[in-house]
């Protein structure tokens, strides 16, 4: 069985500062893991997804995490924090032979000017 | 052109009523999906569809039955509704080209159920 650990519920930064969300997994076989994000009243749109590619993964909007297998985290981060970033950002895991995703808990981001 | 929709957009109704859902996909996907979103946020697996055979039914109660007519619809029935069954239900859906769980999930706008 898989499992994700976000921790905070919701993170506040300010605009230009670094935004870092945090991500733990538990998986008894090698995961793949996604980050999504969700506007205000819509779907959730993928930012980026770690598939044993490559451990340090860039995705859209200037956002990117890196796999570090001995600390089962895949923590997202993003340089400089833009208003338009505000949003619920949500940790997946799926499993191989699963196709289905196992959410985190969801991290609101707030951006202050 | 909306790649995933669903109709309707929001519904409000009364306990005991049957409802309806409808998802339909133009991606051309082989895999379609339905998520549950409670009020605090947390996303869950309700059913997987893999052309239109059911392969995930995550111990949700039988008043809710999804029927996949063919590859690119999914739709989600809901019986006898209950207040607990107020939430926001997402539609998925995934290429499946190598029955792998890699895929990326595009997800729909989501339907906004409030029962009263």
């Known amino acids: 069985a898989q499992s994700v650990t976000q921790l905070g519920s919701h993170v506040s930064v300010s605009e230009g500062a670094l935004v870092l969300l945090r991500c733990n997994y538990s998986?008894?076989?090698?995961?793949?893991l996604f980050w999504y994000v969700q506007y205000p009243n819509q779907g959730l749109q993928l930012l980026l997804k770690?598939?044993?590619?490559?451990?340090l993964v860039k995705g859209i909007n200037g956002f990117e995490a890196e796999f570090k297998k001995s600390e089962t985290s895949f923590h997202l981060t993003k340089p400089s924090a833009h208003m338009s970033d505000a949003a619920e950002y949500f940790c997946?895991?799926?499993?191989?032979?699963?196709?289905?995703?196992?959410f985190g808990s969801g991290t609101r981001l707030q951006v202050q000017p | 052109d909306t790649a995933v929709s669903q109709t309707p957009k929001y519904l409000v109704t009364q306990m005991g009523n049957d409802k309806s859902i409808k998802c339909e996909q133009n991606?051309?996907?082989?895999?379609m999906y339905w998520y549950k979103q409670d009020s605090k946020k947390f996303l869950k697996i309700m059913f997987s569809?893999?052309?239109?055979?059911?392969?995930i039914n995550e111990t949700v109660p039988n008043r809710f039955s999804p029927k996949s007519p063919d590859k690119a619809h999914l739709n989600l029935h809901i019986n006898s509704l209950e207040l607990g069954d107020s939430a926001v239900y997402f539609c998925?859906?995934?290429?499946?080209?190598?029955?792998?769980?890699?895929?990326?999930?595009?997800f729909g706008p989501g339907t906004r159920l409030l029962v009263l």
């Open positions: 998925a859906s995934s290429q499946d080209r190598t029955s792998s769980s890699e895929e990326t999930q595009y």
């Open positions: 998986s008894s076989v090698p995961p793949y």
């Open positions: 770690y598939t044993s590619a490559a451990t």
């Open positions: 997946a895991v799926s499993a191989p032979g699963r196709r289905a995703l196992t």
């Open positions: 991606l051309g996907h082989d895999t």
């Open positions: 569809y893999n052309n239109k055979e059911l392969i």
